[in-house]
């Protein structure tokens, strides 16, 4: 059965349900089609839609005159689970309450910002808040990936993700198999090349004002302590870690510091050398005035 109504029929049937309402509108046809929904403006509403409104430019307009209240619509199933999608006062952003709940809601905001569990920054497109916040990708294609990218505004980008049951992660530029970046599961990072960004570098060791230790202080410091001075303990990189910037100069100060002793103890060589050479010369002019005394003695005889 096909009837047609006008839109003063859907007044009628709110104020007879005990709805405040009122309707301003022009002679707009409603159509109702038995097994169908209600049409606005289509002849042969959508057999799945309660209600249909087709328009060249179709809405459907909730406006709340309470500051202190919502405007909203409720989606709900079979049981005692539902949605309520709406705008409360004159806050800017959209909410999507479960269960009407003030808890465990999403957040849409005007600039388009989505926030899960918390309103979301202004400088986040999505924000999640929780006491243990996460966002989940799993893959169920063991030849494919799961991951997400990173692009800037012009043709570069990152992916970064796992590919089936791989036990590493991968960064890949513009999506490419060479110049990866891979973390393993053990803690094992894998590069290409590996660039720290390092403290002030070790060659303030040759300056004259350097106070170099001698080797005495420096076997007193082993000797005490158990490491080199300026050098982490191993319990200490074991509970803290390294700065492998800070690690890198710090090791070219040891080498620095070593480069020094081996010019010094070169100088020493070199000095030993020319007072053994010495020490040979006169041993040589000994041995030769001993020769010449005891040919005197002998000739004296």
């Given at each position: 059965?096909?009837?047609?109504?006008?839109?003063?029929?859907?007044?009628?049937?709110?104020?007879?349900?005990?709805?405040?309402?009122?309707?301003?509108?022009?002679?707009?046809?409603?159509?109702?089609?038995?097994?169908?929904?209600?049409?606005?403006?289509?002849?042969?509403?959508?057999?799945?839609?309660?209600?249909?409104?087709?328009?060249?430019?179709?809405?459907?307009?909730?406006?709340?005159?309470?500051?202190?209240?919502?405007?909203?619509?409720?989606?709900?199933?079979?049981?005692?689970?539902?949605?309520?999608?709406?705008?409360?006062?004159?806050?800017?952003?959209?909410?999507?309450?479960?269960?009407?709940?003030?808890?465990?809601?999403?957040?849409?905001?005007?600039?388009?910002?989505?926030?899960?569990?918390?309103?979301?920054?202004?400088?986040?497109?999505?924000?999640?808040?929780?006491?243990?916040?996460?966002?989940?990708?799993?893959?169920?294609?063991?030849?494919?990936?799961?991951?997400?990218r990173i692009k800037g505004t012009g043709s570069n980008f990152w992916d970064i993700g796992q590919y089936g049951d791989n036990d590493y992660l991968e960064f890949r530029p513009k999506a490419s198999s060479v110049n990866r970046i891979k973390i393993?599961?053990?803690?094992?990072?894998?590069?290409?090349?590996?660039?720290?960004?390092?403290?002030?570098?070790?060659?303030?060791?040759?300056?004259?004002?350097y106070d170099l230790p001698s080797l005495q202080e420096v076997e007193k410091h082993i000797k005490s302590k158990g490491h080199l001075r300026d050098i982490p303990s191993a319990s200490e990189v074991q509970k803290n870690g390294i700065n492998l910037?800070?690690?890198?100069?710090?090791?070219?100060?040891?080498?620095?510091?070593?480069?020094?002793?081996?010019?010094?103890?070169?100088?020493?060589?070199?000095?030993?050398?020319?007072?053994?050479?010495?020490?040979?010369?006169?041993?040589?002019?000994?041995?030769?005035?001993?020769?010449?005394?005891?040919?005197?003695?002998?000739?004296?005889?």
């Open positions: 059965m096909k009837t047609t109504m006008k839109i003063a029929v859907i007044a009628m049937m709110a104020m007879s349900l005990g709805v405040k309402a009122q309707l301003y509108a022009p002679e707009i046809e409603v159509k109702s089609i038995e097994g169908n929904g209600i049409g606005i403006k289509t002849e042969s509403p959508n057999r799945d839609a309660d209600l249909h409104i087709r328009d060249s430019r179709a809405s459907l307009f909730l406006e709340n005159t309470n500051a202190n209240n919502w405007a909203f619509f409720r989606i709900k199933g079979t049981g005692s689970n539902f949605w309520d999608i709406g705008q409360y006062g004159d806050n800017d952003y959209l909410e999507f309450r479960p269960k009407a709940s003030s808890a465990n809601r999403l957040f849409l905001r005007q600039n388009g910002n989505l926030g899960i569990k918390g309103l979301p920054s202004d400088d986040a497109d999505l924000h999640i808040r929780d006491s243990r916040a996460s966002l989940f990708l799993e893959n169920t294609n063991a030849n494919n990936w799961a991951f997400f393993f599961q053990n803690g094992t990072l894998s590069a290409t090349t590996f660039k720290a960004v390092s403290p002030p570098w070790a060659d303030f060791v040759f300056k004259d004002n910037g800070e690690m890198d100069a710090k090791l070219l100060q040891k080498i620095e510091e070593l480069t020094l002793y081996t010019i010094e103890q070169e100088k020493e060589i070199e000095e030993l050398k020319k007072q053994n050479s010495e020490i040979k010369e006169q041993q040589r002019k000994i041995e030769k005035l001993e020769s010449l005394v005891q040919k005197l003695l002998k000739d004296k005889n």
